[in-house]
Structure formats: C-alpha cells, structure tokens
C-alpha cells in the first residue's frame, strides 16, 4: 500500500484521493542510508533524479520518465539582496517539470494507459510534454474561453486539449469525471501526491548549492501549494534524514482576490482587491488547504497578499536585471519587499526566493 490518508488513515496501492474526500500522501517519505551528504554519492548530472533516495518513485532508473530536468541556477541577486534559484530554467519552462517527471514517472509504475489533467497553464504543459516523453496519451482539461496561445504548448506535445464551459471548478469536475469512468489516471497537480514528491527536489538542490546550510527563509508563489508544499516537504526529509539540522520560515505569496491561505491568516480585508496578473496562482479552494497551514504553523511561516500594482511594478524590475520572467512569479520577490517591511524577514536573514516561470512562453 503506497499511499494513505493523513485524515483518516486509509491506505491505497493507487487512488486519486482517500473515500473520505483528502488528499493522499506516500505513506512513507524514503530516506537515504547515509545519515550525512558527504557519504552521498550525488551527481548533479543525474539532474534532480541524483536525489533519487528522497523519492518513492523510480526506484529503477530505465523506468523514469526524465528530460534531464533539475540543478536549477542558483544565483545572487544584490539588488533584491537575496539569492535567486532559477525555477524557469526546465524543459517546458517552469518548475512543474520537477512534479511532472516523478508524476509520469509513477503512472507508467501503476500502468497508467492515459492521463489526463486540468491546466490550461505551466502544469498542462509539463504533463502533456512529459506524458509524450512517456508515450501515453494525455488530455488536458482547459476553461472553454482559454486562449489559443495558452494551449500550443500542450497541442504540440500531441495532447488532446479538451474546452469546459463554466468556471474553473466545472473544468476540474470534468476532469474528475473522466478519471471515475475508470479509464484514465489523474496526473494531477493539485491532488496527486507523486508531484509534491517532485517538487520536493527543489529543498534538495538548495541544501546542496548552499553547502547544506538551510537558508533563514524561503518565498514562493501560493496557489495550490506544489512548490510552497513540496520545498516544505523537501526540508523534512533533509533535517529527519540527519542532513540538515532545520527548516526555513515558508512565506507564502498570494494574489489579491485569491488568497484564502492569507485570509485565513489575517482575515478578509487583509486580501481585498484584485490581481490578474498572477493569473497562475488565481486558487480560492486549495486542494491541499490543511496541510498548507500545518506547514506555515510548524515554519513559524506566513501567507500574504499581493496587489496587481505591486506585483506589475516587481516584474519590470526583474526584466530590467535580466530575469524574463513570466508574470505570476514576480509576487514572490514582491512578498519578499512587504515581509521585510512587516519585519517578518530580518534584514540580516539569509533568503532563498525561487523565479517559477519564463517570460518566453509570452
Ligand atoms: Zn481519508
């Protein structure tokens, strides 16, 4: 039985989410033999399948689904005074490549004949595109009024794309259906646990490019929580595997209108406003609600709002010092600025924020 509910505790060989409604996890996080990284034998030409201890996937390295993804850059960055770690430098151009490799990676294990996903955004891509490196066929579910743009990406990687009229909700419904007809696997970025195992890698390769020094604190996008959870779960796994010795604060970036996390926090009028521009962490019901907050609270962590303003204003700042950036991801350096502000961040604090996405997907 490899996954189970934290809620409930029904285990599963493989299901998309436990009968009682949450999402499942691993029932064991694997951990290296080696209790110290020197006696690791890591090779960053594995990319981040060198961290293949950490993962409950592709134990047999000829079953992985991988384009040599991982070892992203890791750079300093003077005039935000923090270090950078360069989360668009993948093969389809954001960090969802690092869920996508171990999540195809387990549907071929399980015996996946199709999968299917709902993303018109970074996530589609990565699943369409890794699901043709797979040689499984793949339809991604996308809101009906989409732009054409937006869909290339999957299109060319030989995806069915696939239109839902309604809101974002009927489109995962829709989705949902398909994978409760019983034919087809959710490759799922928001529920399926094999992608926070992914996205957990990205903890992995900071420790290692720092030295296995943890950084004071860590900024992300927060939408769904793949790279907020999967750094959280990363870190764990680091400090209960006696590699490091304990966790960044994990500071949550929000958009204004969309940030039930922050609201939670800080409540309704603290995350008024709106935000299109990070139209890719545009979540009001997080799948993965509880366990954002548990990671926040055992972090000493924080979720705030960003307004559209703010966060168009941090985009052309990371443009003009050469970061192409796309859009959405500019919110973490700019929650980086409101929690230096708040005094959340301290100035001498050592801080790692991740670039997500590239500008050249325009
Ligand atoms: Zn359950």
Redesign the pocket.
Known sequence: MDLA??????TYADRWR?????P?TFADQPLPSVDSPEKAPLDPRDGLWAFEEFLPVGAKSEDRVTLGEGYTPLVEAPDWDVTFKLEYVFPTGSFKDRGATTTLTRAKEVGADRVVEDSSGNAGAAIATYAARADLPAEIYVPAGVKESKVKAIRRAGAAVTRVEGTRQDVTDACIDAVKDGDAWYASHAWNPAFFAGTATFAYEVAHQRDWSVPDAVVTPLGHGTLFLGAYYGFRALRDAGWTDRMPKLLGAQAAGYAPIAAELHGESAVEGHNDIADGIQIQEPVQRHHILDAIEETDGDAIALSERTVATELERLHAAGFYTESTCAVAPAALRAYRDRGVIEPTDDVVVPLTGSGLKG
């Open positions: 509910c934290p809620e409930c505790g029904r436990c009968e009682c409604g949450e499942l």
